[in-house]
């Protein structure tokens, strides 16, 4: 019986951020398959307050919310730093992966999800969000310097995820005209081998997001 359990869901951006987590700290692990319409007893188990997935469960013990069990693998296991020792560039990293996932993937899906003037709009305010990010990444490797860190392994939906729902959606957003530097970190994260290790195939991703997403595109 595995010591680490990660339930979750292939596709989800979430759970990925669980799973590259993970193997960075070289930690065996066993995945278990959710099917969101059939929420497992486990799950709901485990995770009564919100019922979502990504849950982590360590020797019987649950965690839940991706961005907290980063902190709880990063504090748990030994091996390559997530976060930051130094407590300001600890606290930055917190910042813009709250920024993350409170700010941009909620304008992003409603760009996507949206229509006509209501989508012109919200599109407005992603590239606005993004330019932040574009500033921040300016002269980095990556958002945690040389190294993947929190903010890198967070922004795996906008820097995988993002690209192929915009397309099926047909929508523009990221161009290397708007963010130079944002576009250099995306091709930067995404050719990195230990990223493409950890992210779906394009083509398996792809087929499970276009009815998701594509008919939006013929009412825009």
């Given at each position: 019986m595995a010591e680490v359990k990660l339930f979750g869901v292939w596709a989800s951006a979430f759970s990925k951020r669980i799973e590259m987590a993970l193997k960075l700290k070289g930690v065996e692990y066993e995945f278990i398959e959710e099917d969101l319409k059939n929420k497992s007893p486990l799950l709901l188990k485990y995770n009564p307050v919100h019922k979502k997935i990504p849950v982590l469960v360590h020797n019987g013990k649950p965690i839940a919310e991706s961005l907290v069990i980063?902190?709880?693998?990063?504090?748990?296991?030994?091996?390559?730093?997530?976060?930051?020792?130094?407590?300001?560039?600890?606290?930055?990293?917190?910042?813009?992966?709250?920024?993350?996932?409170?700010?941009?993937?909620?304008?992003?899906?409603?760009?996507?999800?949206?229509?006509?003037?209501?989508?012109?709009?919200?599109?407005?305010?992603?590239?606005?969000?993004?330019?932040?990010?574009?500033?921040?990444?300016?002269?980095?490797?990556?958002?945690?310097?040389?190294?993947?860190?929190?903010?890198?392994?967070?922004?795996?939906?906008?820097?995988?995820?993002?690209?192929?729902i915009t397309k099926l959606v047909g929508i523009e957003i990221v161009t290397e005209e708007r963010f130079p530097n944002f576009c250099r970190w995306i091709n930067e994260y995404n050719n990195c081998s230990f990223v493409k290790e950890n992210l779906p195939p394009k083509d398996k991703l792809i087929a499970f997001l276009k009815p998701r997403f594509e008919v939006l595109n013929t009412s825009k």
């Open positions: 980063l902190e709880y693998i990063d504090e748990t296991w030994e091996g390559p730093a997530i976060l930051p020792k130094d407590p300001h560039e600890r606290a930055q990293a917190h910042f813009w992966a709250k920024f993350l996932d409170e700010k941009c993937l909620p304008a992003i899906l409603k760009a996507c999800k949206s229509t006509g003037e209501e989508r012109e709009k919200a599109k407005e305010e992603v590239i606005e969000l993004l330019g932040f990010l574009d500033n921040e990444i300016k002269g980095k490797k990556f958002f945690g310097g040389d190294n993947i860190g929190l903010v890198d392994i967070a922004g795996n939906f906008i820097g995988y995820w993002l690209g192929i």
